[in-house]
């Protein structure tokens, strides 16, 4: 699949729309979802253009790979969900048609504050 440069997320990474930002640096971008699942839901997107995962380990340079990386820890840092600095969180990525995704722009979804529940529903 082609990056389609309208999808939403695209559009907040250009500032068209706003966003509940949480972190921003060179790689990441993450912000709080527009209709959490939990107490905390946090998205953290890569800056580059990448559909998916698959897209990105395909496409991405290692910086990339290692800031996306890095950046989702600190945004779960930030918002005091790790095991170092809280209780834990799930991290959550869906790819596809199969996977439920439904923004063409790759993003982790972070789930903390309370109890996640169920691995699978
Ligand atoms: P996915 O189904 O994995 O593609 O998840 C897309 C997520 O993006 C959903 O949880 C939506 O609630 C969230 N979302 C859609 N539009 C926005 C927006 N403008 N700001 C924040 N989150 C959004």
């Known amino acids: 699949m ?17 966003c509940k930002k949480i972190y921003e ?7 709080h979802d527009i209709n959490p699942q939990k107490k905390i839901h946090a998205l953290v997107i890569p800056k580059g253009k990448f559909t998916d995962l698959d897209d990105f380990a395909k496409k991405a340079t290692d ?5 996306f990386i890095k950046g989702v ?4 840092v930030k918002l005091e969900i790790t095991m170092d600095n809280g209780e834990g969180y799930r991290a959550l990525v869906n790819i596809g048609e199969f ?11 972070l789930f903390g504050g309370e109890k996640i529940g169920k691995m699978v529903q």
């Open 2 to 18: 082609s990056y389609d440069d309208n999808n939403i997320f695209a559009k907040i990474l250009r500032g068209e729309i706003p």
């Open 25 to 31: 640096d060179e790689y990441v971008l993450s912000f």
């Open 63 to 67: 910086k990339e790979i290692v800031g």
């Open 73 to 76: 820890n600190k945004v779960a």
């Open 99 to 109: 996977g439920g995704q439904e923004v063409p722009h790759l993003h982790f979804h």
